[in-house]
């Protein structure tokens, strides 16, 4: 089972920027599918950005041009830079991974992923 650990969350005003992290353990996870979602108060969980063990990646029309989903395997650390934030992307944030094979349509889709970080706080104000 692969923990996940997510920090870099925080307050910032609309037009800043955060990294976030999140932290994979205690197995390599360079095979895994990995993705960031987040959840705003009242509304489901959303895809954001995801990343394959090819690096190849998928963002949400939300997001592209925003945000930069990465990774770094040998840190086993999957890391989502936000740039230009806005006050609609203030939600909390979570790390996912999948083992398993996870076709593209399903990349930004949490019924795809089993494994999961408590999330950070994503705060932008106007």
């Known amino acids: 089972q692969v923990q996940l650990v997510e920090s870099g969350g925080g307050s910032v005003q609309a037009g800043g920027s955060l990294r976030l992290s999140c932290v994979a353990s205690?197995?390599?996870?360079?095979?895994?599918?990995m993705a960031w979602f987040r959840q705003a108060p009242g509304k489901e969980r959303e895809g954001v950005a995801a990343i394959r063990s090819d690096y190849a990646t998928t963002y949400a029309s939300s997001v592209k041009g925003r945000f930069t989903i990465s990774r770094d395997n040998a840190k086993n650390t999957l890391y989502l830079q936000m740039n230009s934030l806005k006050p609609e992307d203030t939600a909390m944030y979570y790390c996912?991974?999948?083992?398993?094979?996870?076709?593209?349509?399903?990349?930004?889709?949490?019924?795809?992923?089993?494994?999961w970080g408590q999330g950070t706080q994503v705060t932008v104000s106007s």
């Open positions: 205690p197995y390599s996870y360079s095979n895994y599918f």
């Open positions: 996912a991974a999948e083992g398993r094979y996870v076709p593209r349509p399903s990349l930004l889709l949490h019924a795809a992923y089993n494994n």
